[in-house]
């Protein structure tokens, strides 16, 4: 298979994995609070990837860990930041809601190379912005109180988003796509826990089935779709896999609706079909010019 069919296989099954994940956060959320619900997750998610490390060239995943500690505890930091405002976003807005908005991770991605990669700026790319832009607004119009402010949280949690794939674009050259998924783990889970136990926000009797949820998330959501993403962007363009991830928001509303009974609304379907096709013409206005300057 050569690397086109592997970035788009790649591709899809890390959208699907990551449409799980508001899921789980849901299910979870009626057991734990936020602060546990992290914790739990990078608890699962460090010591699945401690296995896989393990299992895999361990001494020498290992070594370019610790090699390049400051890129991936960089990547960590931002991984843990995002984590806590996607969960809480979750909390207010619901599953849904997150899936779509955080398509506009694209648009923070593109602005972060126009400003800080001096990339081009083209009216296609423009048009695709405004279109985004006016789907937020659409999506965000169905009960302004509530969605206002979990809008904010989700365009906030794809700043981070953004800079993170920026950060992972650039690191995975010199790391490992496991090591690097692996290290980032760590990293989150060290954050995660001293920001928990340092507001005393942990919670001593968990449920059982949030202990179940969170092992499931992390395995499926958090460890194999990493990897994925990771796999993706070594071997396929960051645009045409952003293109991909585009499907995402419509496998958690079909998730939402089999697992959690939650069907989108008028206002979610119509704002996230407006992001995704901006996310679409974003993408897709990338690529041509990306080939036309080759």
């Known amino acids: 298979m050569d690397c086109k069919h592997k970035g788009i296989l790649y591709s899809i099954s890390a959208s699907v994995l990551f449409g799980l994940s508001p899921v789980f956060v849901r299910l979870m959320l009626d057991s734990v609070n936020i602060e546990t619900l992290n ?28 090699r390049n500690w ?7 930091l931002v991984t843990a930041m995002f984590a806590l405002l996607y969960v809480y976003g979750i909390y207010v807005s619901g599953p849904t809601n997150a899936a779509f908005l955080l398509q506009f991770a694209t648009v ?7 400003v800080f990669l001096k990339e081009r ?11 985004a832009v006016v789907g937020v607004f659409v999506l965000a119009y169905g009960n302004l109180s509530v969605e206002v402010v979990g809008t904010l949280i989700f365009l906030c949690a794809s700043l981070l988003v953004a800079l993170s794939n920026l950060l992972s674009k650039i690191y995975v050259k010199e790391v490992n796509p496991l090591a690097l998924a692996g290290g980032n783990s760590m990293f989150v889970s060290v954050f995660i826990f001293s920001y928990v136990l340092l507001f005393g926000k942990l919670e001593v009797n968990i449920p059982s089935e949030a202990v179940v949820y969170a092992a499931l998330a992390s395995l499926v959501s958090v460890v194999f779709s990493f990897i994925l993403l990771y796999k993706a962007l070594e071997v396929y363009e960051v645009s045409k896999t952003a293109t991909i991830r585009t499907m995402e928001p419509f496998f958690t509303a079909i998730f939402s609706f089999a697992i959690l009974s939650l069907s989108p609304t008028i206002n979610q379907l119509s704002g996230g079909f407006l992001i995704v096709i901006g996310v679409v013409i974003l993408s897709l206005t990338r690529t041509r010019c990306t080939s036309s300057r080759d």
């Open 70 to 76: 400051r890129k991936v505890g960089l990547l960590g």
């Open 108 to 114: 923070f991605t593109i602005l972060f190379g126009v």
């Open 39 to 66: 914790a739990l997750l990078t608890v699962f998610s460090t010591s699945f990837f401690a296995v896989m490390l393990f299992l895999s060239k361990r001494s020498l995943h290992f070594k370019v860990i610790l």
């Open 121 to 131: 700026f083209t009216k296609g790319e423009g048009w695709g912005i405004v279109v």
